[in-house]
């Protein structure tokens, strides 16, 4: 059986002008995963990321902190979806920036609504892949991974939506239930699948073990 280690990016700049850009606390967390791992003598023999920035930037914290020196295989089909299109797909006029827990609150309650319309099929957002589509580039890095990694250790480094979405295709669950799971994922969980060449097995989902000591608390992040 091989292992597969998915890691959502670490924090990046919410409500910042350019999202795809982790945070201070972004990198550190990033980095503290990587020592989390290098301390008990975990390897992995391939990586794949997405292509955006906050992806690559996660990758080489990791790297960091693991002292890794593999080159990651970029995978387009691993970028998150775009929840500013999503949002106007429903509601185009202007948000206000959420810089406050209702405006954050509000936020998210359209973006569940519009990633439910968007599953459904029901509005397009500009400029995204249908939901199908949007589905096999998660579906077709799980293929590759099972097909080209048979018995090896292999680190995914992605997002919220990405990740709840193959974890959903694994389990069978409904869309409504896989949006449950994107909405609650946090920054540099990690969510662990055993594989062979046929099937993929969950084992855990949204963990945080590199988090667990009491310093490390006020880390623990969501957007």
């Known amino acids: 059986m091989g292992m597969l280690y998915l890691v959502r990016h670490g924090q990046a700049s919410f409500g910042a002008d350019d999202y795809d850009q982790l945070s201070e606390l972004g990198q550190r967390q990033s980095v503290r995963l990587g020592r989390y791992w290098a301390e008990r003598g975990l390897r992995f023999d391939a990586v794949i990321t997405g292509s955006l920035k906050r992806h690559a930037q996660t990758f080489a914290g990791i790297a960091e902190g693991a002292g890794l020196d593999l080159q990651p295989l970029v995978w387009p089909g691993l970028n998150e979806y775009d929840s500013e299109a999503v949002i106007r797909a429903i509601h185009p006029q202007p948000l206000a920036r959420p810089d406050t827990p209702e405006l954050y609150r509000h936020h998210f309650r359209l973006l569940r609504d519009g990633l439910t319309q968007w599953m459904a099929g029901t509005v397009s ?63 540099s969980a990690v969510s662990e699948f055993q594989f062979n060449p046929k099937r993929h097995s969950l084992l855990t989902y949204n963990t945080l073990p590199h988090l667990d000591h009491p310093d490390h608390r006020d880390w623990i992040t969501y957007a």
């Not at 096999?136 to 992605?158: E, F, P």
């Open 125 to 187: 957002p500009r400029g995204m892949p249908s939901y199908d589509d949007f589905v096999k580039g998660v579906t077709g890095a799980l293929d590759h991974v099972r097909q080209q990694h048979a018995g090896q250790n292999v680190l995914i480094v992605s997002s919220g939506g990405p990740i709840s979405t193959a974890v959903g295709h694994v389990l069978g669950l409904s869309p409504e239930a896989t949006i449950e799971l994107n909405l609650r994922i946090r920054n």
